[in-house]
T-cell receptor, first 115, second 108 residues
Framework: SQTIHQWPATLVQPVGSPLSLECTVE??????LYWYRQAAGRGLQLLFY??????ISSEVPQNLSASRPQDRQFILSSKKILLSDSGFYLC??????????????FGPGTRLTVL | RKEVEQDPGPFNVPEGATVAFNCTYS??????FFWYRQDCRKEPKLLMS???SGNEDGRFTAQLNRASQYISLLIRDSKLSDSATYLC?????????FGKGTKLSVKP
């Protein structure tokens, strides 16, 4: 079964600073990868997903970007973060292809506080 | 209408109680359905996939009604350790759409 690593676990950064969150996956190959954000008291919001190296789809226009330089590596970045970027960032992995009950499995998350 | 809607909660129940969570979804083309559990400040974890015939796993029973676009989760004999937020999830064209969740608190 797959294992998802995320780092850092927690992050406190000032407004306007750059951001880089990393996610790596073990135990599977060619997965779909996802970045979600969960703001305090709110549901999970899909930010980006990727079906392969260099392939990124954005769900929500914002100051964040994502990259997938390797099959099992997914990076979330920003050049300048906003107060509204505070939240719990979760990376998820979904096995392929086309299984009907194709669940997603989550990493432990990164909790970001923007001051 | 939101794509996935859940009971607002929170549900506060005594140990041993039976509790039911309801969820409705708006996209009739949705193919697969799940219940996830999320503990405070932790990542969501898959609790159950929901099959068209309904399925049971120990104290947990999930049911799907495609005609009504309705999913349910029943927890029997609640334990203190069942306290968490339960997320209803619908697969929409390969991407998962999460409900906001219902918080369950089981008291001694």
């Amino acid at each position: 079964s797959q294992t998802i690593h995320q780092w850092p676990a927690t992050l406190v950064q000032p407004v306007g600073s750059p951001l880089s969150l990393e996610c790596t996956v073990e135990g599977t190959s060619n997965p779909n990868l996802y970045w979600y954000r969960q703001a305090a008291g709110r549901g999970l919001q899909l930010l980006f997903y990727s079906v392969g190296i260099g392939q990124i789809s954005s769900e929500v226009p914002q100051n964040l970007s994502a990259s997938r330089p390797q099959d099992r590596q997914f990076i979330l970045s920003s050049k300048k973060i906003l107060l509204s970027d505070s939240g719990f960032y979760l990376c998820a992995c979904q096995r392929r292809p086309g299984l009907v009950n194709n669940e997603q499995f989550f990493g432990p998350g990164t909790r970001l506080t923007v001051l | 209408r939101k794509e996935v809607e859940q009971d607002p909660g929170p549900f506060n129940v005594p140990e041993g109680a039976t509790v039911a969570f309801n969820c409705t979804y708006s996209n009739s083309a949705s193919q697969s359905f799940f219940w996830y559990r999320q503990d405070c400040r932790k990542e969501p974890k898959l609790l159950m996939s929901v099959y068209s015939s309904g399925n049971e796993d120990g104290r947990f029973t999930a049911q799907l009604n495609r005609a009504s676009q309705y999913i349910s989760l029943l927890i029997r004999d609640s334990k203190l350790s069942d306290s968490a937020t339960y997320l209803c999830v619908v697969n929409r064209q390969g991407n998962l759409i999460f409900g906001k969740g219902t918080k369950l608190s089981v008291k001694p």
